[in-house]
Protein backbone atom coordinates (compact mmCIF):
# COMPACT_ATOMS: atom_id res chain seq x y z
CA UNK A 1 0.00 0.00 0.00
CA UNK A 2 1.67 3.41 -1.19
CA UNK A 3 0.14 6.59 0.59
CA UNK A 4 1.35 10.00 0.11
CA UNK A 5 3.00 11.59 2.85
CA UNK A 6 2.88 15.39 2.66
CA UNK A 7 6.18 15.69 4.63
CA UNK A 8 8.75 13.66 2.23
CA UNK A 9 6.15 14.99 -0.60
CA UNK A 10 6.54 11.80 -2.33
CA UNK A 11 4.24 8.31 -2.32
CA UNK A 12 5.96 5.89 0.54
CA UNK A 13 4.97 2.07 1.34
CA UNK A 14 3.24 2.36 4.81
CA UNK A 15 4.48 -0.14 7.02
CA UNK A 16 2.41 0.53 10.36
CA UNK A 17 4.47 0.70 13.75
CA UNK A 18 3.07 -2.03 15.34
CA UNK A 19 1.86 -4.77 12.11
CA UNK A 20 -1.70 -5.59 11.67
CA UNK A 21 -2.56 -1.66 13.18
CA UNK A 22 -3.29 2.21 12.50
CA UNK A 23 -2.99 4.75 14.50
CA UNK A 24 -4.79 7.81 13.29
CA UNK A 25 -5.50 11.41 14.91
CA UNK A 26 -7.61 13.68 12.47
CA UNK A 27 -7.69 17.55 13.28
CA UNK A 28 -11.42 17.77 13.79
CA UNK A 29 -13.68 20.99 14.66
CA UNK A 30 -13.67 24.01 16.30
CA UNK A 31 -17.69 23.59 17.45
CA UNK A 32 -18.69 27.29 17.42
CA UNK A 33 -21.25 27.12 14.54
CA UNK A 34 -22.41 24.10 11.87
CA UNK A 35 -20.15 22.41 9.79
CA UNK A 36 -19.76 23.42 6.59
CA UNK A 37 -18.80 21.58 3.59
CA UNK A 38 -14.72 21.74 4.00
CA UNK A 39 -15.60 19.77 6.76
CA UNK A 40 -17.24 17.43 5.04
CA UNK A 41 -14.32 16.76 2.48
CA UNK A 42 -11.93 16.07 5.63
CA UNK A 43 -14.61 14.03 7.63
CA UNK A 44 -15.67 11.58 4.23
CA UNK A 45 -12.14 11.60 2.80
CA UNK A 46 -10.80 9.49 6.28
CA UNK A 47 -13.89 7.99 6.67
CA UNK A 48 -13.29 6.15 3.46
CA UNK A 49 -10.07 6.22 4.31
CA UNK A 50 -10.74 4.07 7.92
CA UNK A 51 -12.87 1.80 6.15
CA UNK A 52 -10.76 0.73 3.62
CA UNK A 53 -8.04 0.23 6.22
CA UNK A 54 -10.58 -2.03 8.24
CA UNK A 55 -11.76 -4.13 5.21
CA UNK A 56 -7.55 -4.56 4.53
CA UNK A 57 -7.80 -6.36 7.67
CA UNK A 58 -5.78 -3.40 9.65
CA UNK A 59 -7.16 -2.73 13.32
CA UNK A 60 -7.62 0.86 13.35
CA UNK A 61 -7.94 3.17 15.99
CA UNK A 62 -8.84 6.86 14.90
CA UNK A 63 -8.84 9.42 16.65
CA UNK A 64 -10.49 12.91 15.84
CA UNK A 65 -10.62 15.45 18.41
CA UNK A 66 -12.69 18.03 19.19
CA UNK A 67 -11.52 21.93 19.81
CA UNK A 68 -14.30 23.45 22.11
CA UNK A 69 -12.28 26.04 23.34
CA UNK A 70 -10.96 29.06 21.45
CA UNK A 71 -11.17 32.76 20.88
CA UNK A 72 -14.23 31.96 18.55
CA UNK A 73 -15.98 30.20 20.87
CA UNK A 74 -15.96 32.45 23.58
CA UNK A 75 -17.01 35.27 21.11
CA UNK A 76 -20.05 33.40 19.68
CA UNK A 77 -21.15 32.06 23.00
CA UNK A 78 -21.12 35.81 24.30
CA UNK A 79 -22.92 36.53 21.15
CA UNK A 80 -25.68 34.70 22.21
CA UNK A 81 -25.80 34.97 25.48
CA UNK A 82 -25.75 31.24 26.43
CA UNK A 83 -22.38 29.44 28.41
CA UNK A 84 -19.50 28.07 26.50
CA UNK A 85 -20.63 24.30 27.44
CA UNK A 86 -24.04 24.94 26.09
CA UNK A 87 -22.67 26.32 22.62
CA UNK A 88 -20.36 23.61 22.22
CA UNK A 89 -22.71 20.36 23.42
CA UNK A 90 -25.12 22.06 21.01
CA UNK A 91 -23.02 22.03 17.96
CA UNK A 92 -21.37 18.70 18.88
CA UNK A 93 -24.78 17.51 18.91
CA UNK A 94 -25.14 19.30 15.08
CA UNK A 95 -22.22 17.93 14.18
CA UNK A 96 -22.60 14.31 14.95
CA UNK A 97 -25.97 14.65 13.02
CA UNK A 98 -24.51 16.07 9.84
CA UNK A 99 -21.97 13.35 9.92
CA UNK A 100 -24.59 10.39 10.57
CA UNK A 101 -26.28 12.00 7.53
CA UNK A 102 -23.43 11.81 5.55
CA UNK A 103 -22.58 8.10 6.09
CA UNK A 104 -19.41 8.91 8.07
CA UNK A 105 -19.20 6.67 11.20
CA UNK A 106 -17.85 7.47 14.66
CA UNK A 107 -14.52 7.80 15.20
CA UNK A 108 -13.00 5.71 17.85
CA UNK A 109 -12.27 8.20 20.17
CA UNK A 110 -13.32 12.22 20.24
CA UNK A 111 -10.90 13.81 23.35
CA UNK A 112 -12.02 17.43 23.64
CA UNK A 113 -9.92 20.06 24.56
CA UNK A 114 -11.41 20.97 28.15
CA UNK A 115 -11.04 18.00 28.77
CA UNK A 116 -7.26 17.23 29.09
CA UNK A 117 -6.10 20.37 30.15
CA UNK A 118 -3.82 18.50 32.84
CA UNK A 119 -1.98 16.59 29.21
CA UNK A 120 -1.70 20.49 27.54
CA UNK A 121 -0.27 21.90 31.09
CA UNK A 122 2.14 18.86 31.75
CA UNK A 123 3.14 19.47 28.11
CA UNK A 124 3.88 22.64 28.25
CA UNK A 125 5.82 22.60 31.64
CA UNK A 126 8.19 19.71 29.74
CA UNK A 127 8.54 22.35 27.08
CA UNK A 128 9.80 25.36 29.49
CA UNK A 129 11.64 22.47 31.16
CA UNK A 130 14.16 21.66 28.21
CA UNK A 131 14.26 25.49 27.30
CA UNK A 132 11.94 25.33 23.78
CA UNK A 133 9.29 27.49 25.69
CA UNK A 134 9.09 30.44 28.09
CA UNK A 135 6.45 32.12 30.17
CA UNK A 136 6.55 36.12 29.74
CA UNK A 137 5.64 38.78 31.90
CA UNK A 138 2.08 39.41 30.36
CA UNK A 139 0.92 35.54 31.95
CA UNK A 140 1.14 33.89 28.08
CA UNK A 141 3.43 30.98 27.21
CA UNK A 142 5.11 30.82 23.86
CA UNK A 143 7.11 28.60 22.35
CA UNK A 144 10.88 29.52 20.84
CA UNK A 145 10.40 28.95 17.34
CA UNK A 146 14.03 29.27 16.53
CA UNK A 147 15.01 26.40 19.15
CA UNK A 148 13.76 23.83 17.28
CA UNK A 149 16.00 22.78 14.51
CA UNK A 150 13.47 21.00 12.24
CA UNK A 151 11.02 23.87 12.34
CA UNK A 152 9.39 24.05 8.48
CA UNK A 153 9.83 20.75 7.66
CA UNK A 154 6.54 19.75 6.61
CA UNK A 155 5.79 23.09 4.59
CA UNK A 156 9.78 22.87 3.47
CA UNK A 157 10.20 26.15 4.35
CA UNK A 158 13.04 27.92 6.94
CA UNK A 159 11.97 30.10 9.67
CA UNK A 160 13.59 33.25 7.96
CA UNK A 161 11.18 32.83 4.83
CA UNK A 162 8.53 32.44 6.89
CA UNK A 163 9.08 35.85 8.96
CA UNK A 164 9.61 37.71 5.56
CA UNK A 165 6.72 36.31 3.85
CA UNK A 166 4.07 36.02 6.62
CA UNK A 167 2.06 37.44 8.58
CA UNK A 168 3.07 36.86 12.07
CA UNK A 169 1.88 38.36 15.55
CA UNK A 170 3.96 41.69 16.59
CA UNK A 171 4.03 41.25 20.43
CA UNK A 172 5.91 43.26 22.70
CA UNK A 173 6.32 39.89 24.98
CA UNK A 174 7.67 37.84 22.75
CA UNK A 175 11.20 37.14 22.04
CA UNK A 176 11.03 36.69 18.53
CA UNK A 177 7.77 37.06 16.15
CA UNK A 178 7.47 33.88 15.03
CA UNK A 179 7.62 32.52 18.40
CA UNK A 180 3.70 31.10 19.15
CA UNK A 181 1.58 31.48 21.91
CA UNK A 182 1.37 28.11 24.18
CA UNK A 183 -1.14 29.38 27.24
CA UNK A 184 -2.90 32.45 27.32
CA UNK A 185 -3.33 34.78 29.73
CA UNK A 186 -7.16 35.35 30.74
CA UNK A 187 -8.62 38.95 30.01
CA UNK A 188 -11.21 40.14 32.81
CA UNK A 189 -14.80 38.27 32.84
CA UNK A 190 -13.03 35.82 29.97
CA UNK A 191 -13.33 31.84 30.69
CA UNK A 192 -10.16 30.54 32.13
CA UNK A 193 -8.66 27.57 33.50
CA UNK A 194 -6.17 27.65 37.04
CA UNK A 195 -2.16 26.62 35.55
CA UNK A 196 1.45 27.01 37.05
CA UNK A 197 1.37 30.21 35.03
CA UNK A 198 -1.92 31.69 35.98
CA UNK A 199 -5.22 31.91 34.78
CA UNK A 200 -5.93 31.48 31.31
CA UNK A 201 -6.61 28.85 28.66
CA UNK A 202 -4.89 26.96 25.91
CA UNK A 203 -3.87 27.70 22.92
CA UNK A 204 -5.31 26.10 19.82
CA UNK A 205 -1.80 24.62 18.57
CA UNK A 206 -0.55 22.74 22.00
CA UNK A 207 -4.29 21.03 22.34
CA UNK A 208 -3.67 18.72 19.26
CA UNK A 209 -0.02 17.69 20.38
CA UNK A 210 -1.49 16.80 24.00
CA UNK A 211 -4.90 15.17 22.74
CA UNK A 212 -3.53 13.01 20.12
CA UNK A 213 0.13 11.91 22.11
CA UNK A 214 -2.12 11.19 25.27
CA UNK A 215 -4.66 8.89 22.58
CA UNK A 216 -2.31 7.33 20.73
CA UNK A 217 1.30 7.55 21.99
CA UNK A 218 4.18 9.54 21.49
CA UNK A 219 4.74 8.12 17.84
CA UNK A 220 1.95 6.99 15.45
CA UNK A 221 1.17 5.99 12.12
CA UNK A 222 -0.99 8.42 10.40
CA UNK A 223 -1.64 12.77 10.95
CA UNK A 224 -4.71 14.39 8.80
CA UNK A 225 -6.85 17.29 8.20
CA UNK A 226 -7.56 19.77 6.03
CA UNK A 227 -5.55 21.77 3.48
CA UNK A 228 -5.13 24.63 5.43
CA UNK A 229 -3.55 23.15 8.25
CA UNK A 230 -0.50 22.42 7.33
CA UNK A 231 0.88 25.50 8.21
CA UNK A 232 0.97 26.55 11.02
CA UNK A 233 -1.00 24.15 12.97
CA UNK A 234 0.64 21.31 11.51
CA UNK A 235 3.83 22.43 11.31
CA UNK A 236 3.32 23.80 15.06
CA UNK A 237 2.44 20.32 16.60
CA UNK A 238 5.57 18.77 14.89
CA UNK A 239 7.55 21.53 17.01
CA UNK A 240 5.92 20.95 19.80
CA UNK A 241 5.62 17.04 20.23
CA UNK A 242 9.00 16.33 19.36
CA UNK A 243 10.61 18.73 21.62
CA UNK A 244 8.41 17.28 24.52
CA UNK A 245 9.09 13.61 23.86
CA UNK A 246 12.09 13.60 21.60
CA UNK A 247 10.78 11.31 19.28
CA UNK A 248 9.38 11.54 15.76
CA UNK A 249 5.66 12.74 16.29
CA UNK A 250 3.92 11.11 12.95
CA UNK A 251 5.05 8.90 10.17
CA UNK A 252 2.86 9.61 8.07
CA UNK A 253 1.16 13.31 7.07
CA UNK A 254 -2.24 13.44 5.01
CA UNK A 255 -4.61 16.57 4.07
CA UNK A 256 -7.66 16.46 1.62
CA UNK A 257 -8.07 18.81 -0.90
CA UNK A 258 -10.33 21.74 -0.82
CA UNK A 259 -13.88 22.47 -1.92
CA UNK A 260 -14.21 25.41 -4.49
CA UNK A 261 -17.88 26.57 -4.98
CA UNK A 262 -18.35 27.44 -8.88
CA UNK A 263 -14.50 27.72 -9.01
CA UNK A 264 -14.47 29.80 -6.27
CA UNK A 265 -12.34 29.54 -2.85
CA UNK A 266 -15.17 28.98 -0.49
CA UNK A 267 -15.60 31.98 1.77
CA UNK A 268 -18.20 33.47 3.89
CA UNK A 269 -17.37 36.86 2.16
CA UNK A 270 -17.95 35.82 -1.40
CA UNK A 271 -21.55 34.58 -0.05
CA UNK A 272 -21.13 30.95 -1.65
CA UNK A 273 -19.97 29.81 2.12
CA UNK A 274 -22.74 26.43 2.58
CA UNK A 275 -22.97 24.59 6.00
CA UNK A 276 -23.22 20.91 5.75
CA UNK A 277 -27.40 21.36 6.80
CA UNK A 278 -28.17 23.52 4.31
CA UNK A 279 -26.89 21.64 1.42
CA UNK A 280 -28.79 18.71 2.71
CA UNK A 281 -31.74 20.08 2.99
CA UNK A 282 -31.65 20.51 -0.75
CA UNK A 283 -29.54 17.22 -2.05
CA UNK A 284 -30.32 13.57 -0.92
CA UNK A 285 -26.98 12.92 1.35
CA UNK A 286 -25.56 9.92 -0.87
CA UNK A 287 -25.23 12.33 -3.55
CA UNK A 288 -23.22 14.46 -1.52
CA UNK A 289 -21.22 11.99 -0.49
CA UNK A 290 -20.58 10.57 -3.91
CA UNK A 291 -19.53 14.08 -4.81
CA UNK A 292 -17.16 14.27 -1.84
CA UNK A 293 -16.01 10.23 -2.78
CA UNK A 294 -15.47 10.18 -6.39
CA UNK A 295 -12.66 12.79 -6.56
CA UNK A 296 -9.14 11.57 -5.21
CA UNK A 297 -9.10 12.93 -1.45
CA UNK A 298 -6.19 15.20 -2.36
CA UNK A 299 -7.78 16.42 -5.51
CA UNK A 300 -9.48 20.05 -5.03
CA UNK A 301 -13.56 19.53 -5.60
CA UNK A 302 -15.98 22.06 -7.23
CA UNK A 303 -18.74 22.29 -5.50
CA UNK A 304 -22.29 23.13 -8.44
CA UNK A 305 -25.51 22.31 -9.66
CA UNK A 306 -24.34 20.58 -12.56
CA UNK A 307 -21.80 18.67 -10.21
CA UNK A 308 -24.11 17.42 -7.87
CA UNK A 309 -26.58 16.72 -10.76
CA UNK A 310 -24.03 14.14 -12.83
CA UNK A 311 -23.55 12.73 -8.77
CA UNK A 312 -27.14 11.82 -8.57
CA UNK A 313 -27.08 10.40 -12.40
CA UNK A 314 -24.16 8.34 -11.73
CA UNK A 315 -26.02 6.91 -8.61
CA UNK A 316 -29.03 6.26 -10.75
CA UNK A 317 -26.65 4.17 -13.18
CA UNK A 318 -25.96 2.23 -9.56
CA UNK A 319 -29.11 1.48 -7.97
CA UNK A 320 -30.87 1.16 -11.59
CA UNK A 321 -28.63 -1.97 -12.26
CA UNK A 322 -29.16 -2.95 -8.49
CA UNK A 323 -32.90 -2.79 -9.00
CA UNK A 324 -35.08 -5.75 -9.28
CA UNK A 325 -32.01 -8.33 -8.12
CA UNK A 326 -31.61 -9.67 -4.94
CA UNK A 327 -27.98 -9.38 -4.16
CA UNK A 328 -26.55 -12.68 -2.80
CA UNK A 329 -23.01 -14.16 -2.48
CA UNK A 330 -21.72 -16.11 -4.82
CA UNK A 331 -18.76 -16.75 -7.48
CA UNK A 332 -17.74 -13.46 -9.25
CA UNK A 333 -14.95 -12.42 -11.65
CA UNK A 334 -11.86 -12.19 -9.30
CA UNK A 335 -10.65 -9.23 -11.02
CA UNK A 336 -12.87 -6.75 -10.39
CA UNK A 337 -11.73 -7.12 -6.60
CA UNK A 338 -8.18 -7.12 -7.48
CA UNK A 339 -8.23 -3.71 -9.55
CA UNK A 340 -10.53 -2.01 -6.82
CA UNK A 341 -7.60 -3.13 -3.97
CA UNK A 342 -4.94 -2.18 -6.69
CA UNK A 343 -6.47 1.07 -7.25
CA UNK A 344 -7.64 1.83 -3.27
CA UNK A 345 -3.81 0.56 -2.32
CA UNK A 346 -2.42 3.55 -4.67
CA UNK A 347 -2.98 5.82 -2.18
CA UNK A 348 -6.98 5.83 -1.71
CA UNK A 349 -7.56 6.56 -5.72
CA UNK A 350 -11.25 6.20 -4.83
CA UNK A 351 -11.74 7.72 -8.78
CA UNK A 352 -10.40 4.84 -10.11
CA UNK A 353 -11.77 2.65 -7.61
CA UNK A 354 -14.88 3.97 -8.87
CA UNK A 355 -14.22 2.94 -12.46
CA UNK A 356 -14.37 -0.53 -11.47
CA UNK A 357 -17.63 -0.31 -10.02
CA UNK A 358 -18.86 1.49 -13.31
CA UNK A 359 -17.53 -1.55 -14.68
CA UNK A 360 -18.96 -3.69 -12.22
CA UNK A 361 -22.62 -2.37 -12.96
CA UNK A 362 -22.33 -2.90 -16.65
CA UNK A 363 -21.09 -6.30 -16.16
CA UNK A 364 -24.31 -6.69 -13.43
CA UNK A 365 -26.77 -5.35 -16.19
CA UNK A 366 -25.98 -7.94 -19.15
CA UNK A 367 -25.78 -10.43 -16.44
CA UNK A 368 -29.79 -9.51 -15.70
CA UNK A 369 -30.43 -9.29 -19.76
CA UNK A 370 -28.28 -12.40 -21.03
CA UNK A 371 -27.28 -14.61 -17.56
CA UNK A 372 -29.49 -13.99 -14.72
CA UNK A 373 -28.17 -16.93 -12.53
CA UNK A 374 -25.11 -14.55 -12.47
CA UNK A 375 -26.61 -11.27 -11.36
CA UNK A 376 -27.35 -11.59 -7.66
CA UNK A 377 -23.64 -12.38 -7.09
CA UNK A 378 -22.54 -9.16 -9.25
CA UNK A 379 -25.13 -7.52 -7.04
CA UNK A 380 -23.87 -8.56 -3.57
CA UNK A 381 -19.80 -7.62 -4.99
CA UNK A 382 -21.07 -4.23 -5.88
CA UNK A 383 -22.84 -3.45 -2.59
CA UNK A 384 -20.03 -4.88 -1.08
CA UNK A 385 -17.05 -2.89 -2.89
CA UNK A 386 -19.78 0.02 -2.03
CA UNK A 387 -19.62 -0.07 1.01
CA UNK A 388 -16.07 0.25 1.28
CA UNK A 389 -17.05 4.00 0.18
CA UNK A 390 -19.58 4.69 2.17
CA UNK A 391 -22.31 3.96 -0.91
CA UNK A 392 -24.57 1.67 -2.35
CA UNK A 393 -26.33 0.60 0.63
CA UNK A 394 -29.79 1.91 0.11
CA UNK A 395 -32.58 0.07 -1.33
CA UNK A 396 -32.52 0.88 -4.52
CA UNK A 397 -36.44 1.87 -5.06
CA UNK A 398 -35.86 3.82 -1.55
CA UNK A 399 -32.78 6.08 -3.86
CA UNK A 400 -34.53 6.33 -7.09
CA UNK A 401 -37.95 7.64 -5.79
CA UNK A 402 -36.03 9.73 -2.99
CA UNK A 403 -35.63 13.38 -3.38
CA UNK A 404 -39.06 14.51 -4.28
CA UNK A 405 -40.09 16.65 -2.25
CA UNK A 406 -43.08 17.65 -4.98
CA UNK A 407 -44.54 14.73 -6.95
CA UNK A 408 -45.98 15.56 -9.89
CA UNK A 409 -48.59 13.55 -8.60
CA UNK A 410 -49.66 11.85 -5.23
CA UNK A 411 -47.24 8.45 -4.83
CA UNK A 412 -50.93 6.87 -4.27
CA UNK A 413 -52.04 7.83 -7.71
CA UNK A 414 -48.94 6.92 -9.26
CA UNK A 415 -49.00 3.43 -8.43
CA UNK A 416 -52.87 3.15 -9.04
CA UNK A 417 -52.40 4.49 -12.55
CA UNK A 418 -49.38 1.76 -13.07
CA UNK A 419 -51.90 -0.53 -12.17
CA UNK A 420 -54.37 0.19 -14.48
CA UNK A 421 -51.57 0.38 -17.07
CA UNK A 422 -50.89 -3.28 -16.19
CA UNK A 423 -54.86 -4.35 -16.36
CA UNK A 424 -54.89 -3.03 -19.76
CA UNK A 425 -51.55 -4.72 -20.96
CA UNK A 426 -53.22 -8.28 -19.39
CA UNK A 427 -56.22 -7.28 -21.68
CA UNK A 428 -53.56 -6.87 -24.94
CA UNK A 429 -55.16 -3.01 -24.83
CA UNK A 430 -51.77 -1.48 -25.58
CA UNK A 431 -53.14 1.68 -26.79
CA UNK A 432 -54.09 2.38 -23.62
CA UNK A 433 -51.16 1.25 -21.65
CA UNK A 434 -48.98 3.28 -23.79
CA UNK A 435 -51.16 6.03 -23.04
CA UNK A 436 -50.71 5.68 -19.53
CA UNK A 437 -46.68 5.76 -19.84
CA UNK A 438 -46.89 8.59 -21.99
CA UNK A 439 -48.86 10.55 -19.66
CA UNK A 440 -46.75 9.48 -16.83
CA UNK A 441 -43.41 10.27 -18.64
CA UNK A 442 -45.08 14.07 -19.85
CA UNK A 443 -45.16 14.36 -15.67
CA UNK A 444 -41.31 13.26 -15.60
CA UNK A 445 -42.56 9.75 -14.16
CA UNK A 446 -40.38 7.62 -15.85
CA UNK A 447 -42.07 3.70 -16.13
CA UNK A 448 -39.56 0.72 -15.98
CA UNK A 449 -40.83 -2.91 -16.64
CA UNK A 450 -39.08 -5.99 -15.81
CA UNK A 451 -39.57 -9.63 -14.80
CA UNK A 452 -40.72 -8.73 -11.17
CA UNK A 453 -42.98 -5.71 -12.50
CA UNK A 454 -42.84 -2.19 -12.91
CA UNK A 455 -40.84 0.56 -10.87
CA UNK A 456 -40.63 4.33 -11.48
CA UNK A 457 -38.10 6.97 -11.11
CA UNK A 458 -38.92 10.56 -11.06
CA UNK A 459 -36.49 12.39 -13.91
CA UNK A 460 -35.83 16.14 -14.26
CA UNK A 461 -36.36 17.54 -17.91
CA UNK A 462 -33.89 16.11 -20.02
CA UNK A 463 -32.70 13.66 -18.26
Same mark, same amino acid.
Given at each position: MQIYNTLTRRKETFTPIDPGKVRMYVCGMTVYDYCHLGHARVMVAFDVITRYLRARGYDVTYVRNITDIDDKILKRADENGETIEALTDRMIDAMHEDEGRLGVL??????????? !?????????????????????????????????????LNNRDPDEMRAGARVDVDEHKEDPLDFVLWKAAKPGEANWL????????????????????? !?????????????????????????????TGKPYVNTWMHAGAVRVDQEKMSKSLGNFFTIREVLAHHDP????? !?????????PINYAPESLADARKSLER?????????????????? @???????????? @?????????LFDLARELNRAKKEAPDQAPALAAELRRLGEVLGLLQQAPAAFLQGGMAELPLPEAEI????????????????????????? !???????LKDSREGTSWVLEAPGD
Open positions: RPDSEPRATRH !LDEIVGMIQALIDKGYAYAADNGDVYYRVRRFEGYGKSPWGAGRPGWHIECSAMSTCC !LGETFDIHGGGPDLTFPHHENEIAQSEAAEVVRY !LLVASHYRSFYNALADVEAQEGEVDAS @FDRRFTAAMDDD @FNTAEAMSVEARIAARAEAKKARDFATADGIRDE !LAALGIV
